[in-house]
């Protein structure tokens, strides 16, 4: 450079030197978000953006710092190149927030997201993570097994449930449905809690298990106790509770016939009812402690089987029937042996006697009395539907069906003795109901021997002013009775039977294939080893729907065929009968209408219309009438012939039981007044004939 007045013009002067610009790596960063809430065990997204503040491409990642750090990862890399591009460069990352629950609900945690190259923090921004609420709890039980618990009683425990979230919280809980007959009780279904970082986390509830007094020992009971969102919407744990029940001990025994009559070198049999009253199986022994008979007269015990035993096991809330078998020894008619026999429960250790009759208390005492008679004790019974020897019935009933028999016993012995029934099988699924003259029979029932006084009328034997069958041992000596009482016209002698209504009542609950087998034995009084006196009767538990369509006129064929003229309309009636065995909702129908000929149905009474069609409810054995109305088409010109289908279905199966019947209605032409001889053609004329006289006969009137 020259320079003016300088006095060193002319000179020259040389200086090298290098301008040299450093790399800047800096960064500025925004996030998407300030502050975020995440729930734990959920997963909360954002992202960071990183400027390039620097003049020249570098490598940026990402960093965490603060205590809760781990709770922020990288998706994807966490590093990457963040370019220059004339200070507009960018770089993004996103970033997944996944809390746990170790802090309160609703606190919030700070965490810097920093850029950084190496380990050198280029630039940093905080995020704001706002904890939300976990849901879970835990159970435990103060004793989870309430052993020994007395039928009728019940036993109670602590359910202890602790909140397992991060936050206040009420939770539900819910037990399992026990059998029938016990009961669960809690003294309380919800409970509210405090965050389990707190001293409120948990809670009691007592809940107690009520057992029903047919409670048997050898139950164990497990109720599963659970422990819910309060909505009910998600299980967070469950524990079983543990039931069981204590031994009872009892027993019952009774005879129906304590004195028994047999012929010499025969054995007689005494009926014994034992009754296991206990809720535990147990073992009885049998022995006969005494008799008066000396030499003693040969004993021992059976079952109904005839096996012999001392000592028999009975199933809790149960009872057998076993039997005292006398040889009957004596030498002479009416000699006799009274036998004291001995029940004993072997399981039942209280041998106290706390009603002071003489005997423990686990022990019964019954007395019984043999005879030696050539005297013949018999009975002999019969079922009105039961076959044709009377001896076996069978019943088709659906769930809470009831069918009726008449059963008719007849003394088949020597003379005058009283009846003992013993009816088994079907033990809960159905009741079993035998009555005599409207009473329950109970206790045994005298029956007389000979004949009585058949009313073919009535279809019964004739009784006296006190309701007692007039009998007489002889057929000339109830034909005499009869000369008496002047009941010769429709009246006969007939052997006198005992009439009896039994009542079987299958229970609501039973189901569709149910089955089983129900036996009357009728024994006498005094000789209850003749079991010849038996009727069976075989029940089947199936719904039957069944419909049929029966003429109003008892014993005529329906009409299914009509000869109408146009001009009238035609109405029948037709009776539907539910011959099936179970109370049905039925629907009621006919074809579609055709060419203008019309099908209306009516019931004023039983059922409801539905659209044209009617719907009725109708009882087993009983019936509904349908009034038929069919109207012709108007204006009809030629002879028709209408079919239309009237249809009946039960509700509950539709098609499946429907029962249809066809009918024909034959339409004509109405004769008209001058009949059938005319075509239409003439008859228009005479009529227009007429008309025109009329005319002519009212004006000549008219004329003065």
Avoid at 206 to 226: G, H, K, M, R, S
Wanted: with cysteine.
């Amino acid at each position: 450079m020259l320079l003016r007045n300088d006095p060193s013009q002319g000179s020259t002067d040389n200086q090298e030197f290098d301008l040299t610009v450093p790399e800047l790596h800096e960064c500025t960063m925004s996030l998407s978000k300030s502050s975020i809430t995440v729930a734990p065990g959920a997963e909360g997204t954002f992202s960071v953006i990183f400027t390039n503040d620097g003049n020249v491409d570098w490598t940026i990642s990402v960093g965490k710092f603060g205590s809760k750090a781990g709770w922020v990862s990288v998706d994807g890399a966490s590093s990457g190149l963040l370019e220059y591009d004339d200070g507009a460069g960018t770089k993004t990352f996103d970033l997944i927030v996944s809390p746990d629950d170790s802090i309160e609900a609703g606190s919030e945690s700070l965490v810097a997201i920093q850029g950084k190259e190496g380990s050198s923090v280029k630039c940093t921004k905080d995020i704001r993570i706002i904890s939300g609420q976990s849901h879970d709890a835990s159970l435990s039980l103060s004793n989870s097994l309430l052993s020994n618990i007395q039928p009728d009683g019940n036993g109670t425990t602590t359910l202890v449930v602790t909140n397992q979230g991060n936050g206040v919280d009420t939770f539900r809980i819910s037990p399992s449905s026990p059998p029938q007959g016990w009961s669960v009780q809690m003294s309380k279904s919800t409970i509210a809690l405090g965050s389990k970082h707190g001293n409120e986390r948990s809670g009691d509830i007592e809940v107690q298990v009520n057992v029903p007094f047919n409670a048997l020992a050898d139950e164990q009971v497990n109720i599963i106790l659970t422990v819910q969102s309060n909505n009910g919407a998600v299980d967070f744990a469950e524990i079983t509770l543990s039931v069981t029940v204590a031994a009872n001990h009892g027993m019952e025994v009774d005879t129906s016939s304590p004195d028994q009559t047999g012929r010499s070198d025969t054995e007689v049999s005494f009926p014994i009812t034992i009754e296991n009253s206990g809720n535990v199986e147990d073992t009885f022994r049998c022995a006969v402690m005494s008799q008066t008979a000396t030499p003693s007269w040969g004993t021992s015990f059976e079952d109904a089987d005839g096996n012999k035993f001392t000592e028999i096991n009975i199933a809790p809330r149960s009872t057998m029937l076993v039997f005292l078998v006398v040889s009957i020894d004596g030498e002479e008619e009416l000699d006799s042996s009274r036998l004291t026999i001995r029940i004993t429960n072997k399981d039942d250790t209280n041998s106290q006697d706390l009603d002071e009759d003489g005997v423990p208390d686990n022990q019964r005492e019954l007395v019984m009395l043999a005879i030696q008679s050539d005297r013949n004790y018999q009975m002999d019974v019969r079922l009105d539907d039961g076959g044709l020897d009377g001896r076996n019935g069978m019943a088709t009933l659906a769930p809470d069906g009831v069918k009726e028999y008449g059963v008719w016993v007849k003394n088949t012995g020597d003379g005058k003795d009283f009846a003992v029934f013993e009816i088994n099988g079907l033990e809960g699924l159905a009741t079993r109901t035998l009555r005599m003259n409207g009473l329950v029979v109970g206790d045994p029932i005298q029956i007389p021997i000979g004949y009585g006084i058949w009313n073919l009328t009535r279809g019964q034997f004739v009784l006296d002013e006190s309701a007692t069958p007039i009998t007489e041992s002889s057929k000339n000596g109830v034909e005499s009775r009869m000369l008496e009482l002047d009941l010769f016209a429709g009246h006969e002698a007939r052997l006198f039977e005992q009439y009896f209504l039994l009542t079987l009542t299958v229970n609501p609950s039973a189901e569709t294939g149910d089955g089983g087998l129900l036996e009357i034995v009728v024994m006498s009084e005094s000789n209850s080893a003749n079991r010849s006196g038996k009727v069976s009767i075989s029940l089947d538990v199936q719904i039957i729907y069944e419909l049929t369509f029966m003429s109003e006129e008892i014993g005529e064929e329906i009409t299914v065929e009509y000869d109408v003229s146009f001009s009238e309309k035609t109405q029948f009636e037709i009776e539907l009968q539910n011959t099936g065995n179970i109370r049905s909702e039925i629907r009621v129908f006919a074809s579609e209408n055709l060419r203008g000929w019309s099908v209306s149905l009516e019931n004023s009474f039983e059922c409801n219309r539905e659209g044209g069609e009617l719907v009725c409810w109708v009882d087993v054995d009983s019936s509904v009438l349908i009034e038929v109305t069919v109207r012709p088409p108007s204006g009809a010109e030629m002879d028709d012939t209408f079919k239309f289908t009237l249809s009946s279905e039960p509700v509950e199966t539709g098609v499946v039981d429907r029962q249809n019947l066809e009918f024909t209605v034959n339409g004509k032409q109405d004769s008209g007044l001058f009949g059938d001889a005319l075509g239409s053609n003439t008859a228009s004329l005479i009529a227009s004939g007429l008309v025109i006289s009329l005319l002519a006969a009212y004006f000549m009137r008219k004329k003065p």
